[in-house]
């Protein structure tokens, strides 16, 4: 399982090779904090460009976005259909679609990524990832393994074209206003997960931050970390915030990074200590993060809702 995925996943970043423009990788070791606070120095560059031009392109890539995912939506419903029988090779197929319509929206938006720490892409885990803009998804979509289920609130089936699919590719739906419902959902998906050889991905934050600093994690992770005994992969994404702001809809041509933390093993995580595991994950995020994404105090990090 976990090599089938690592060879799909390097499979369809050889569409680099034909959209290599905007993407550079740095497969090494973890970057200094001077690093991550030069992307966000370089994004502040492009905050300024709020001229009726540049608006007018943003719009313009908007909807080719939209339009591009509509024609992959359709082909891939279609597979999807013909894969009714099968489930898990939907969720696969879902993936596949991912990295494709996420990539050729990446390439429509035009922001130059850097990645980094790819290799710990390579293995089942429960990936996670701080969340404050659209393009979060398409980064999301484009960049995570083949074999991983995603999780999102039921409502997502009401998003045009993506939402039907999400369903389709058979991901899992929670009811967050139901949180009898949500915990039972939650016991499904691990028992899904560990029975089937699934990986995971979530975003901790449970919605997208208005102001681009992190936000407290819903305890739901750990949760099935204690289930699965999955390791932990944190993706840290830096600058999205700046490139596609909630609410708007300019997207600036702001350098974005993506990079994926060592693992954290959960095999000897225990129930009593929830708390203490979402503070310990939420820092590790507050210390990757640049000054701007950071949180303005120091809150509880867990989500009590």
Known sequence: METSGANSLLRYRKLENFFRASTSED?????????REEVGRQADVFTDDDGWVSIMISWLKIITCLMTM??????????????IPWPYERVRQGNIYGHVTGRLMMWILGNPVKIEGSEFANERAIYISNHASPIDVCLI????PTGTVGIAKKEIIYYPFFGQLYVLANHLRIDRSNPTAAIRSMS?????VVENKL????????????TGRL????????HLALQT????VPMVLTGTQRAWAKGSMHVRATPLAVKYLPPIKTDEWVADKIDDYVKLVHDI?????????RPLLAPDPCNKS
Do not use: C, D, N
Not at 229 to 232: D, E, F, G, K, V
Not at 285 to 293: C, I, K, M
């Open 199 to 210: 990986s995971l991905i979530i975003f901790p934050e449970g919605t997208r931050s208005k």
């Open 188 to 192: 499904e998906v691990a028992r899904a």
């Open 285 to 293: 995020y507050v210390q990757h993060l640049p000054e701007s994404q």
């Open 215 to 222: 936000l407290a994690f819903k305890k739901g992770f750990v």
């Open 70 to 83: 509509m024609v992959t939506t359709i082909i891939w419903a279609l597979i999807m259909v013909v894969l």
């Open 27 to 35: 497969i090494g070791a973890p970057s200094k904090v001077a690093a």
């Open 229 to 232: 005994r999955l390791p932990i």
């Open 141 to 144: 979509m484009w960049l995570t």
